[in-house]
């Protein structure tokens, strides 16, 4: 099993920026892709961004069309943590937001197809307003 907690959610004024971690413990060389989620109230869960380790120090990233450009994904295997930096945030920005980890064979699959990531954490709540 794989146990993964997010933090960093806050409330931030449109244009700020913030940094959501995700640590993972357990059986985390299990999983290989780790990918971040979100949430609004009354719409589905979408992808944000993910990162596949490839090994050899490799890490492949993708981004949603909503945030590329001003998010960054990246991962620490010493910490285990996986981070999510946005920056500009606009309104429509405001989510739970969630990581969850899978693991695939190839890293063209590590992408956001929700039903085949096996481990959820409880998610952090990001508010943009003014």
């Not at 907690?5 to 059986?27: M, R």
């Not at 985390?28 to 050899?56: D, H, I, L, M």
């Not at 450009?69 to 620490?76: A, F, K």
């Not at 937001?97 to 709540?125: L, N, P």
Request: proline share 2%; charged share 20%.
């Amino acid at each position: 099993q794989v146990q993964l907690v997010e933090s960093g959610g806050d409330s931030v004024q449109p244009g700020g920026s913030l940094t959501l971690s995700c640590v993972l413990s357990g059986d985390v060389k299990s999983t290989n892709c780790v990918g971040w989620f979100r949430q609004a109230p009354g719409k589905e869960r979408e992808g944000v961004a993910t990162v596949f380790s490839g090994g050899y120090g490799i890490f492949n990233n993708y981004y949603a069309a909503s945030v590329r450009g001003r998010s960054t994904i990246s991962q620490d295997v010493f910490k285990n943590t996986v981070t999510l930096s946005m920056n500009n945030l606009k309104l429509e920005d405001t989510a739970m937001y969630y990581c969850a980890a899978t693991v695939y064979s190839d890293e063209w699959k590590c992408r956001f197809r929700i039903d085949e990531y096996r481990h959820w954490g409880q998610g952090t709540q990001v508010t943009v307003s003014s």
